[in-house]
């Protein structure tokens, strides 16, 4: 996914030839990749607003299940079930956009 792209390239903070140069494959797969991420944030967007912001504090504030828990004033274990949840939700609604 887009998100595990962008891992990739915080970690490589060279640049290669290939980067500078824009090529049209290049540019297809970041369009592709910026509506893909367009539709996630739109996935979310639509959750109820608990699963949102376990959603967003897990993959956006990079946190841990027992801090999203803390923060909550829930038990880590509903914070693990409840961003399950979320996930198998946004996973249905990409199928289902992919299909399209």
Do not use: C
Not at 23 to 38: A, Q, Y
Not at 39 to 61: I, P
């Amino acid at each position: 996914m887009w998100y595990k792209e962008l891992e990739k390239r915080s970690r490589h903070k060279t640049d290669s030839l290939d980067d500078t140069i824009p090529s049209n494959e290049n540019v297809e797969n970041k369009t592709l990749d910026n509506l893909e991420k367009v539709e996630v944030f739109r996935l979310m967007h639509n959750l109820d607003d608990v699963t949102k912001e376990v959603m967003y504090l897990r993959l956006a504030g990079e946190l841990q299940f027992s801090e999203i828990a803390a923060i909550l004033g829930k038990t880590e274990n509903w914070a693990r079930v409840t961003y399950y949840r979320g996930k198998q939700k946004i996973m249905k609604g990409m199928k289902e956009w992919n299909v399209n």
